[in-house]
């Protein structure tokens, strides 16, 4: 397990390693009867890490982790309450964020990993992505997945419609759900973290940030 502060927008991350892990007295009923309706194994295990990390990331001031269920909001974004909080998976790791009092949050783990020749030409531009190099094409698609959970899009929108050019650009889909938001201004990081991996969070940045 590790907690860490993303410094740009204020946002705290929790890695955890999804084997051996078990529920304890840590989801609510309405979760625990989720949780023990998955028939894979690994959908299940990567489901429960995810929350986990979540809940001990909410639950930092010692509030019962089964009281803080993680539902939806409109955007089909997770979130407990009024807390947004976002939450990722990728090859034995989780990974949760959370951002105190943001509206605008999503975090994404990716494995760096041999891909198709395809996927480079299909998800980045040359500008973008000059070759296909797999830790620079995993560190950019982490973040357009990060950035499609904040909009609460997901795969809904084309990747790319969110150019990460230096600064993030958006274009159709993308561009449309942040004009409907209200056009926040946000911050934007990447980590090498686990060894092998990227992390990416865009979150809520008041002072302005990348854009």
Not at 114 to 129: G, I, K, N, Q, T
Request: hydrophobic share 45%; glycine share 10%; proline share 8%.
């Amino acid at each position: 397990m590790t907690t860490e502060n993303w410094a740009p927008a204020g946002t705290r991350t929790m890695f955890l390693e999804v084997q051996g892990l078990v529920p304890g007295g840590a989801l609510s009923p309405a979760e625990a009867l989720r949780y023990a309706a998955f028939r894979m194994e690994k959908r299940r295990s990567e489901w429960l890490a995810g929350r986990l990390a979540a809940k001990r990331l909410l639950a930092a001031g010692g509030e019962d982790p089964a009281s803080l269920e993680i539902g939806m909001d409109r955007y089909g974004r997770p979130c407990c309450g009024d807390r947004l909080v976002s939450i990722s998976h990728s090859n034995g790791w989780a990974l949760a964020a959370w951002q105190p009092g943001s509206a605008f949050l999503g975090a994404d783990l990716e494995k760096v990993e041999p891909r198709h020749p395809a996927w480079y030409r299909d998800y980045f531009s040359p500008a973008e992505l000059p070759a296909p190099d797999p830790s620079a094409a995993t560190r950019l698609w982490a973040l357009k997945e990060a950035m499609m959970k904040a909009l609460g899009l997901g795969l809904m929108a084309d990747p790319l419609d969110i150019r990460a050019e230096g600064e993030i650009r958006l274009s159709g889909r993308a561009l449309a759900r942040y004009e409907e938001m209200g056009r926040p201004p946000f911050a934007a990081e990447t980590r090498q973290f686990p060894e092998g991996f990227w992390a990416a969070v865009v979150a809520f940045n008041g002072g302005g940030g990348k854009r």
